[in-house]
């Protein structure tokens, strides 16, 4: 896959130094990736674990504990919609059309960066995006919030900001010299 170029972050440091992305294409299997900033401006971005967790006393009186993790999710609320902003138009895309399935799975990105702007890790996992909401007070215009549940098989990435044209980068190999 070609590199992926992604819009030009000014203060990428607000979210500490953890970033999200997610494509908002449309139909996600045609054209070039739409790679966009997740969680810029929203309250909340979180990610669950999902962990289960059972304990059990046995007639010895020790406790056994089994831990099993299912799917991780990240939840961002709220997300506002703006005219015209790419993921706010696949988010109503799926709400107006009733999407699921493979239809609402997207791949998503993250990269962590150190004080310095090294790059610690990046990778991408598939990803189903569901509308949690629709709605939002007059004054604030139209909000949806929505949840990512991840298929939990993280795909090593590369990633650098190009400091002339001032984009991100992700690529499934390594950049050249």
Same mark, same amino acid.
């Given at each position: &896959?070609?590199?992926?170029?992604?819009?030009?972050?000014?203060?990428?440091?607000?979210? *500490?130094? +953890?970033?999200?992305?997610?494509?908002? !294409?449309?139909?996600?299997?045609?054209? /070039?990736?739409?790679?966009?900033?997740?969680?810029?401006?929203? *309250? *909340?971005?979180? !990610?669950?674990?999902?962990? $289960?967790?059972?304990? @059990?006393?046995?007639? @010895?009186? +020790?406790?056994?504990?089994?831990?099993? +993790?299912?799917? &991780? /999710? &990240?939840?961002?609320?709220?997300?506002?919609?703006?005219?015209?902003?790419?993921?706010?138009?696949?988010?109503?895309?799926?709400?107006? $059309? !009733?999407?699921?399935?493979?239809?609402?799975? !997207?791949?998503?990105?993250?990269?962590?960066?150190?004080?310095?702007? *090294?790059?610690?890790?990046?990778?991408?996992?598939?990803?189903?995006?569901?509308?949690?909401?629709?709605?939002?007070?007059? @004054?604030?215009?139209?909000?949806?919030? #929505?949840?990512?549940?991840?298929?939990? $098989?993280?795909?090593?990435?590369?990633? +650098?900001?190009?400091? /002339?044209?001032?984009?991100?980068?992700?690529?499934?190999?390594? #950049?050249?010299?």
């Amino acid at each position: &896959m070609p590199p992926v170029v992604l819009p030009n972050l000014a203060d990428k440091q607000v979210r *500490e130094t +953890r970033l999200h992305f997610l494509d908002a !294409r449309i139909n996600p299997n045609t054209g /070039t990736p739409l790679i966009v900033l997740v969680g810029d401006d929203n *309250e *909340e971005l979180s !990610r669950e674990s999902g962990w $289960n967790i059972e304990s @059990t006393k046995v007639v @010895t009186g +020790r406790v056994a504990v089994s831990a099993t +993790r299912s799917e &991780m /999710t &990240m939840t961002v609320d709220p997300y506002f919609i703006r005219e015209s902003e790419p993921l706010g138009l696949l988010l109503q895309h799926i709400d107006e $059309n !009733r999407l699921e399935l493979d239809d609402v799975r !997207r791949w998503y990105y993250e990269v962590k960066l150190d004080k310095d702007d *090294e790059v610690i890790y990046a990778f991408k996992e598939l990803c189903w995006v569901t509308s949690d909401s629709v709605g939002g007070a007059a @004054t604030d215009g139209d909000a949806i919030p #929505f949840t990512l549940t991840f298929d939990n $098989n993280p795909i090593k990435q590369y990633f +650098r900001q190009n400091a /002339t044209t001032l984009v991100f980068e992700f690529s499934d190999a390594p #950049f050249g010299p």
